[in-house]
T-cell receptor, first 110, second 115 residues
């Protein structure tokens, strides 16, 4: 599975959009981009995933560049409860495991 | 409600005393796995199971055992716990098969301390 690079931390004002970047320059054609988050020491929570089209669900939007070498997770109106570690993971859809990197610590501030 | 349930949530034990951490899911998922999370090392997979009676090692299997006798349960067994197994443990499950892209569901975690 391709390696991902994320900034170690980011701050965001409450109510504003949080844009979390992820680089995955070695991604291959059959690999998907997944985003999970972990609030404090709870179990990781699935957010969204995509292959090449932009995706949106009730939690977030995922924007994948045309060359698929990077992506951005967007939380449209961040709240204090969105403070968490966000993990960007690249893997084939039927791959066995999720490989978690260090992720990005997002701090939402009032 | 779809969920993965781990027990216990917290456990303090002594070196060498066998213990089992249970994991159960109610989503009829084929694939289940165990992770441990340590500061600076992130989440690492211990063991996984693709279906009943099918298990395999992950990245850090030493000192652990698992079994998958029923689809819903995937217990993690520490036959002789040691202090270096002090960690936060997570069980996860998801659908497995073909090119299906599915999300993984994680339990709430078990914080284990071995003294």
């Amino acid at each position: 599975d391709a390696k991902t690079t994320q900034p170690p931390s980011m701050d965001c004002a409450e109510g504003r959009a949080a844009n979390l970047p992820c680089n995955h320059s070695t991604i291959s054609g059959n690999e998907y981009v997944y985003w999970y988050r972990q609030i404090h020491s709870q179990g990781p929570q699935y957010i969204i995933h995509g292959l090449k089209n932009n995706e949106t669900n009730e939690m977030a939007s995922l924007i994948i560049t045309e060359d698929r070498k990077s992506s951005t997770l967007i939380l449209p109106h961040a709240t204090l409860r969105d403070t968490a570690v966000y993990y960007c993971i690249v893997r084939v859809g039927y791959g066995n495991k999720l490989v978690f990197g260090a992720g990005t610590i997002l701090r939402v501030k009032s | 409600e779809a969920q993965v349930t781990q027990n216990p949530r917290y456990l303090i034990t002594v070196t060498g005393k066998k213990l089992t951490v249970t994991c159960s899911q109610n989503m009829n998922h084929e694939y289940m796995s165990w992770y441990r999370q340590d500061p600076g090392l992130g989440l690492r997979q211990i063991y996984y199971s693709m279906n009943v009676e099918v298990t395999d090692k992950g990245d850090v299997p030493e000192g652990y055992k698992v079994s998958r006798k029923e689809k819903r349960n995937f217990p993690l067994i520490l036959e002789s716990p040691s202090p270096n197994q002090t960690s936060l443990y997570f069980c996860a499950s998801r659908i497995y098969g073909g090119t299906v892209n599915t999300e993984a569901f994680f339990g709430q975690g078990t914080r284990l301390t071995v003294v």
